[in-house]
């Protein structure tokens, strides 16, 4: 076990810069996952982890040791990859076994930490078989008990799931939970699936062109994305964003106001475009919105399109008179329409004229220029600051 920390890493190709300055500290035992669309760097910062490749500028320490300079097999850590490659001739036993040969353990050993790995894999009883006898998942797994058995201070995964079917992927979740339940080793897992860093992580580092945009644990990227990125990547369906403008006591969107004073805001002032988000399941029904603390005012809506999907259902609703549900417009951004999800006894149809609220607790501000986070929830920030206010008496 051992923490690991990045410092200023940054990894230039010629003209592409694959990582930018990315600083971090991950604590003994953690399991934190990079995540961001493919080609932010997340391959690229594991691998200076890794020492496959080596940064241009910046330290890697694993434990108290600066590592930078070492080679893979000097660093305690163990890498599992996207494709498995077992091979072939050998059966389970031996795939297992195989760096730890190339190591001369003991054949003693090497039996106690195989079986040991394949009973925490739970691939007890397959150790004969051949890879061309095993699921995928099982494939997968055997990847996974060849990384235990070497016994890393640092487990390194690399989209180990992506090519195992959406059921399986599921369930291989759960297992590796269990699995760093059982080990407390550190690792550190790469994914473009938002879902999967989500469902599994301690934290959650957000990646965007080579730059950490976020580093927390999942729930509080969900609820305080650190900015406009990391609150679209984080979630899905998407936040709805609305661009939006400061004025005088309320922000200003195309189609809606929302009571607002500019005033109590950091950093932005009347006359600043704001970006406005909103998540599908913060937006109401007025008619279903008693239980809100904090609405705001009623927002005139025609639903578009219904999706059911069983335990929610997404309403695309269009907010301007004559706004076309147009393909090419991605509502999470277009200013006009508004993803709403509701419950599946929820009585509504297409081609309705209808009323929706947003939760005023739910909505997150987000500087237009820089598209850095201004603040989440905006609960009590209408009206002037009171105690702020000069008194009548005075
Ligand atoms: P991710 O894992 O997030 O998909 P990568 O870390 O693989 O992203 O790549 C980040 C960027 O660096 C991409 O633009 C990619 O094309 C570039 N890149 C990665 N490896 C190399 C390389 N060996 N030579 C040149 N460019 C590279």
Same mark, same amino acid.
């Given at each position: 076990?051992?923490?690991?920390?990045?410092?200023?890493?940054?990894?230039?190709?010629?003209?592409?810069?694959?990582?930018?300055?990315?600083?971090?500290?991950? &604590?003994?035992?953690?399991?934190?996952?990079?995540?961001?669309?493919?080609?932010?760097?997340?391959?690229?910062?594991?691998?200076?982890?890794?020492?496959?490749?080596?940064?241009? &500028?910046?330290?890697?320490?694993?434990?108290?040791?600066?590592?930078?300079?070492?080679?893979?097999?000097?660093?305690?850590?163990?890498?599992?990859?996207?494709?498995?490659?077992?091979?072939?001739?050998?059966?389970?036993?031996?795939?297992?076994?195989?760096?730890?040969?190339?190591?001369?353990?003991?054949?003693?050993?090497? +039996?106690?930490?195989? #079986?040991?790995?394949?009973?925490? !894999?739970?691939?007890?009883?397959?150790?004969?078989?051949?890879?061309? #006898? =095993?699921?995928?998942?099982?494939? /997968?797994?055997?990847?996974?008990?060849?990384?235990?058995?070497?016994?890393?201070? !640092?487990?390194?995964?690399? $989209?180990?799931?992506?090519?195992?079917?959406?059921?399986?992927?599921? +369930?291989?979740?759960?297992?590796? /939970?269990?699995? +760093?339940? &059982?080990?407390? @080793?550190?690792?550190?897992?790469?994914? +473009?699936? /938002?879902?999967?860093?989500?469902?599994?992580?301690?934290?959650?580092?957000?990646?965007?062109? %080579?730059?950490?945009?976020?580093?927390?644990?999942?729930?509080?990227?969900?609820?305080?994305?650190?900015?406009?990125?990391?609150?679209?990547?984080?979630?899905?369906?998407?936040?709805?964003?609305?661009?939006? #403008?400061?004025?005088?006591?309320?922000?200003?969107?195309?189609?809606?106001? !929302? $009571?607002?004073?500019?005033?109590?805001?950091?950093?932005?002032? !009347?006359?600043?475009?704001?970006?406005?988000?909103?998540?599908?399941?913060?937006?109401?029904?007025?008619?279903?919105?008693?239980?809100?603390?904090?609405?705001?005012?009623?927002?005139?809506?025609?639903?578009?399109?219904?999706?059911?999907?069983?335990?929610?259902?997404?309403?695309? =609703?269009?907010?301007? #008179?004559?706004?076309? %549900?147009?393909?090419?417009?991605?509502?999470? @951004?277009?200013?006009?329409?508004? =993803?709403?999800?509701?419950?599946?006894?929820?009585?509504?149809?297409?081609?309705?004229?209808?009323?929706?609220?947003?939760?005023?607790?739910?909505?997150?501000?987000?500087?237009?220029?820089?598209?850095?986070?201004?603040?989440?929830?905006?609960?009590?920030?209408? %009206?002037?600051?009171?105690?702020?206010?000069? @008194?009548?008496?005075?």
């Amino acid at each position: 076990m051992a923490r690991v920390q990045l410092e200023h890493i940054t990894k230039r190709y010629d003209d592409v810069t694959a990582v930018d300055d990315v600083s971090m500290e991950i &604590e003994d035992g953690e399991f934190v996952t990079f995540v961001g669309p493919s080609g932010c760097g997340k391959s690229t910062t594991m691998e200076t982890v890794a020492g496959l490749t080596q940064p241009t &500028e910046g330290q890697v320490y694993i434990g108290d040791d600066d590592v930078t300079n070492l080679a893979p097999k000097d660093r305690g850590v163990a890498m599992v990859f996207q494709n498995i490659a077992l091979f072939p001739h050998m059966d389970v036993f031996e795939n297992i076994s195989f760096g730890l040969r190339l190591r001369t353990y003991d054949d003693e050993e090497v +039996h106690r930490r195989v #079986e040991q790995a394949a009973d925490i !894999v739970q691939l007890e009883g397959m150790l004969d078989r051949m890879p061309d #006898e =095993l699921s995928g998942g099982q494939r /997968q797994r055997v990847a996974i008990a060849r990384a235990i058995v070497r016994n890393p201070d !640092v487990f390194l995964m690399d $989209e180990p799931l992506a090519n195992l079917d959406a059921k399986l992927r599921v +369930h291989m979740r759960t297992e590796l /939970q269990r699995l +760093h339940r &059982e080990l407390e @080793t550190t690792i550190i897992y790469v994914t +473009h699936d /938002q879902a999967e860093a989500m469902t599994m992580s301690d934290r959650i580092a957000v990646l965007n062109e %080579g730059r950490l945009q976020q580093l927390a644990p999942p729930l509080t990227c969900y609820n305080e994305p650190a900015n406009r990125f990391v609150a679209g990547f984080i979630g899905s369906p998407s936040m709805n964003f609305i661009e939006g #403008e400061l004025v005088d006591g309320s922000l200003e969107t195309a189609n809606f106001t !929302v $009571e607002l004073d500019a005033a109590r805001l950091p950093k932005v002032a !009347v006359g600043d475009a704001v970006t406005l988000g909103i998540r599908p399941e913060d937006v109401h029904l007025t008619a279903y919105a008693d239980s809100l603390a904090a609405p705001t005012e009623p927002i005139d809506a025609k639903t578009d399109v219904l999706e059911p999907m069983g335990d929610e259902v997404f309403v695309y =609703l269009l907010l301007a #008179e004559g706004a076309a %549900g147009s393909m090419e417009e991605d509502p999470a @951004t277009s200013p006009n329409q508004l =993803l709403m999800s509701v419950t599946p006894d929820t009585e509504i149809e297409a081609d309705q004229d209808i009323n929706v609220v947003l939760d005023r607790s739910k909505i997150h501000l987000f500087d237009a220029a820089t598209g850095e986070a201004l603040v989440h929830g905006i609960t009590g920030l209408e %009206g002037p600051e009171s105690g702020t206010a000069p @008194t009548e008496a005075e």
